[in-house]
């Protein structure tokens, strides 16, 4: 037995947090009836699994891509405004990926691209800390005193940021290149740390996470992760039994099983 939300990720139909609201907008359904509600447990091997009226097999391989995203591109699968998203970089890949996380339009550098609900849970879930590494160029000369108050946590958007690890690497023709490694994910955290002190970035680049490095990869060229950098991946400490927010919509501690083909569903849930 497993949680809907956890099939559809396995499945690759879009990450946990995505296939939740899949859920809670009534797109899924078990054995013909829908499902709105979190902690319903399916059967992978009897339970018939349906998103938007399409049955969803889980046997789909696992594929992981490391990409070097340029400026000037979307880290969704799709853009209402139409401007070119990341997908279009790794167009000859026929598993559904998607983007782990987010890079922001105007900055480049490592993306990881998955069809691994599980993994792009654990890599994003801010509970576990996944460390980032970016380059940003700023203007200027940068003080020590503006690389500790970086180091302890600058306020941005009202909250202090956690501690980060912050060196000079060196000069550039606008001011100063410097490595920053983050615990976070907040909303342009790098730039608004930098803005924050009035330093200006001018070129940000994300260079590892969670243990990966970029390298040398070429700028809007991908690679497969090698078997040791999933494994390395994987060992990202799992949800722990209990450790989640139970789900609001589930009153008894008991998660709720879905029923089985044979037995008629009584509500209309
Ligand atoms: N911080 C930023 O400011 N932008 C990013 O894309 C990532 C981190």
Known sequence: MVRLQKYLADAGVASRRASEKLIAEG?????GDI??????????????????????????????????????????????????????????????????????YDTEGLLLLTNDGDLTYRITHPKHDIAKTYVAEVTGDVSMDTINQLRRGVVIDGKKTSPAEVEVVGATQYGTKIEITIHEGRNRQVRKMFEALGCIVKRLKRTKEAGLN?????LGKWRKLSESEVNMLKKIEGEKPGSRRKPASVGSKKPIKAQSRKTSRKTGR
């Open 27 to 31: 797109r899924v359904s078990v054995n």
């Open 214 to 218: 970029l390298g040398h990869l070429p």
């Open 35 to 104: 499902i709105r509600e979190m902690g319903v447990q399916v059967d992978e091997e009897y339970d018939v699994i349906a998103v938007d009226g399409e049955i969803v097999k889980n046997s789909v391989k696992k594929e992981y891509i490391m990409l070097n995203k340029p400026v000037g591109f979307i880290t969704t699968v799709s853009d209402d405004k139409d401007r070119p998203t990341v997908m279009e970089l790794v167009s000859d890949i026929s598993a559904r990926i998607y983007p782990v996380g987010r890079l922001d």
